[in-house]
């Protein structure tokens, strides 16, 4: 069985909590979004630009993987809004 993950057991995932507790107070909630944008991020790192700040980027990817998560389409919460990715 493979072995459960603290997301307190790194720098990143200390960071991303912390974040990630300023969107939601639920812990599981919490450590399930840590997780969800380490994923995003590895997935979307190829895209990433060298320009790009790292902490404008993983809070942007969090809040997109937040909105997902809720069911919220991030076009209807960014309307008006610039793009939040440095890749575009």
């Given at each position: 069985?493979?072995?459960?993950?603290?997301?307190?057991?790194?720098?990143?995932?200390?960071?991303?909590?912390?974040?990630?507790?300023?969107?939601?107070?639920?812990?599981?909630?919490?450590?399930r979004?840590?997780?969800?944008t380490?994923?995003?991020?590895l997935?979307?790192?190829?895209?990433?630009?060298?320009?790009?700040?790292?902490?404008?980027?993983?809070?942007?990817?969090?809040?997109?993987?937040?909105?997902?998560?809720?069911?919220?389409?991030?076009?209807?919460?960014?309307?008006?809004?610039?793009?939040?990715?440095?890749?575009?």
């Amino acid at each position: 069985m493979p072995q459960q993950l603290n997301h307190i057991d790194s720098v990143l995932r200390r960071v991303l909590a912390r974040w990630a507790a300023r969107f939601t107070p639920d812990e599981h909630i919490q450590g399930r979004l840590v997780e969800n944008t380490i994923l995003e991020i590895l997935r979307r790192f190829p895209e990433a630009d060298d320009d790009c700040t790292i902490d404008v980027q993983l809070l942007a990817t969090m809040r997109q993987v937040l909105l997902r998560e809720f069911g919220v389409h991030p076009a209807a919460a960014n309307k008006g809004s610039s793009e939040e990715s440095c890749s575009d």
